[in-house]
């Protein structure tokens, strides 16, 4: 009897939580744009790769039999001083178009906050129709604008009495059509990134900028420690988003000058286009635009990681 008293007692362990069981039914659903995403973006990127590191010229397109030839492309490439020129010159037209764009978007939106409701709509409605003009269309344009013959912008510099600009051929000159890519361009981005900074500015409190009022600011000072500071990352989003865009112009710098005259307006994806197209060696031009890749990412990261910091401190 003691024996039995003295023996504890054992209760049962308590059974396992049951996992409960994750549904089939959202992943299903999404599966067909999950796998037409990776075939419209990761193919061809895997592709390209495989290309580049590859000896694809004409005669491997129509034979087929393009062998391995691994960083031949790169180190060829990356040698030629040609490539570098053309990358100086990507990075300089990226530079003048993100700052144009983030100035000018900036000051627009500004505008459209303090405009009054029917103002702000026919604004906006302009800024809408720009956006959704075609790219094709509007490099069209563009190239009637700045006609020898027939073009506005001579006729209306004749007419307030610049006698040189008659008959001036404005894409016979470097520098010229340069400009008037970088005018095209920046017309084209104002409006996605003006619309989204006004979309978030209005939703900056009020109450801080009247306490700005109060307080004397100047119209420099309340958007340099209120408005920028408070949206600090979207500024920092549209920027890497202009970035990108302007990187990658091709449609318009093509239209117009096709790289020329001579190599003033030849960024990367011309030049890598001309490459695969004109030499017919694919992948060198693969090897170009993956270089275009990634030297994107870099900055990108280093962007990001800048940004990062600075909101980390904030």
């Known amino acids: 009897m003691t024996l039995l008293a003295e023996r504890p007692v054992q209760t049962p362990a308590p059974a396992p939580p049951r996992r409960r069981k994750r549904p089939v039914l959202p992943y299903l659903l999404i599966a067909p744009t999950l796998i037409a995403?990776?075939?419209?973006?990761?193919?061809?990127?895997?592709?390209n790769v495989i290309i580049s590191l590859q000896e694809f010229?004409?005669?491997?397109?129509?034979?087929?039999?393009?062998?391995?030839?691994?960083?031949?492309?790169?180190?060829?490439v990356?040698?030629?001083?040609?490539?570098?020129?053309?990358?100086?010159?990507?990075?300089?037209?990226?530079?003048?178009?993100?700052?144009?764009?983030?100035?000018?978007?900036?000051?627009?939106?500004?505008?459209l906050v303090r405009l009054n409701r029917w103002l702000r709509l026919l604004v906006?409605?302009?800024?809408?129709?720009?956006?959704?003009?075609?790219?094709?269309?509007?490099?069209?344009?563009?190239?009637?604008?700045?006609?020898?013959r027939l073009g506005v912008v001579n006729w209306a510099l004749v007419s307030l009495g610049y006698e040189e600009y008659r008959d001036y051929t404005w894409f016979a000159d470097g520098e010229a059509t340069f400009g008037i890519?970088?005018?095209?361009?920046v017309w084209q981005s104002i409006p996605f990134a003006a619309l989204s900074l006004y979309a978030a500015m209005i939703t900056v409190p009020q109450e801080l900028?009247?306490?700005?009022?109060?307080?004397?600011?100047?119209?420099?000072?309340?958007?340099?420690?209120?408005t920028f500071p408070m949206l600090r990352a979207m500024f920092g989003l549209i920027?890497?988003?202009?970035?990108?865009?302007?990187?990658?112009?091709?449609?318009?710098?093509?239209?117009?000058?096709?790289?020329?005259?001579?190599?003033?307006?030849?960024?990367?994806?011309?030049y890598a286009f001309q490459t695969a197209q004109s030499l017919q060696r694919y992948d060198l031009g693969a090897a170009v635009s993956m270089l275009m890749v990634v030297l994107l990412v870099l900055a990108l990261l280093a962007y990001f990681r800048q940004l990062y910091r600075q909101e980390r401190e904030a």
Not at 37 to 47: D, N, Q, S
Not at 125 to 139: C, S
Not at 209 to 226: H, L, N, P, V
Request: charged share 10%.
């Open 78 to 111: 990356l040698a030629d001083p040609e490539f570098w020129g053309v990358v100086r010159r990507t990075l300089w037209f990226t530079a003048i178009n993100v700052v144009l764009i983030m100035v000018l978007s900036t000051a627009v939106a500004l505008l």
């Open 57 to 76: 010229g004409l005669p491997q397109l129509v034979r087929g039999d393009a062998k391995f030839i691994g960083l031949a492309n790169y180190a060829h």
């Open 209 to 226: 900028y009247e306490a700005a009022r109060i307080d004397g600011a100047s119209a420099w000072r309340t958007f340099s420690t209120i």
């Open 181 to 185: 890519l970088v005018t095209l361009i």
């Open 37 to 47: 995403t990776a075939y419209l973006l990761l193919y061809p990127l895997v592709r």
């Open 124 to 148: 906006m409605g302009g800024l809408v129709l720009t956006w959704a003009t075609p790219i094709i269309a509007a490099t069209t344009v563009f190239q009637w604008l700045f006609q020898s």
């Open 239 to 270: 920027t890497c988003l202009e970035v990108i865009w302007v990187v990658k112009a091709f449609v318009q710098i093509w239209v117009i000058s096709q790289g020329g005259p001579g190599r003033a307006t030849t960024t990367l994806p011309v």
